[in-house]
């Protein structure tokens, strides 16, 4: 019984390693055939796109999250653009589809969010012995670029305030 088994087992991988070959027939010119034509940019006129950065406020997250696993379903069809916001207690999320249920647009405002570590050691670094008292998050993003991320802070040391435009990487963008 051990013999049949083990020449089988010799038989069976026998054939499948004939299978691999190529017929002696088969070698030669291969002929060239025309293919019809792709178009690549339609692509990009079916797929909606959302770029989001990591937040370090956990609030802002959720809503992007939320908004990320937001189907709009057929709701869109029959209107020219279909409008969805989602708002939280300190802010809130705008988006907009068109007609074919692509997204357009993102607008998201917040308040007194928690900072990227980045843009706080760049605040504090800039101006010592600054307080930072509130801040916000503005994102804009339209067809897939985005247009601003941005962080508008207010510092106040004494009597003195400033407000600074700062770069979720940590750059200063603007001191006003």
Do not use: C
């Amino acid at each position: 019984m051990k013999s049949l088994i083990v020449i089988l087992m010799a038989f069976g991988f026998a054939i499948t390693s004939f299978s691999q070959e190529k017929p002696l027939e088969e070698e030669g010119n291969m002929e060239i055939t025309k293919l019809p034509e792709i178009v690549i940019n339609k692509a990009e006129k079916d797929f909606s796109i959302y770029i989001h950065e990591h937040n370090a406020d956990k609030n802002v997250r959720a809503i992007q999250e939320k908004f990320i696993a937001y189907d709009i379903g057929k709701d869109y069809e029959g209107f020219d653009e279909y409008l969805v916001i989602m708002k939280l207690k300190r802010g809130s999320l705008t988006a907009v589809y068109n007609e074919n249920g692509k997204l357009i647009r993102v607008v998201e405002n917040y308040k007194n969010v928690r900072l990227p570590f980045n843009v706080v050691i760049s605040v504090f670094k800039a101006f010592p012995q600054w307080t930072i008292q509130n801040d916000k998050l503005y994102y804009e993003q339209a067809e897939g670029d985005m247009l601003k991320n941005e962080y508008k802070i207010k510092i106040k040391k004494d009597k003195e305030v400033k407000r600074l435009v700062v770069h979720p990487n940590g750059d200063i963008l603007k001191v006003l």
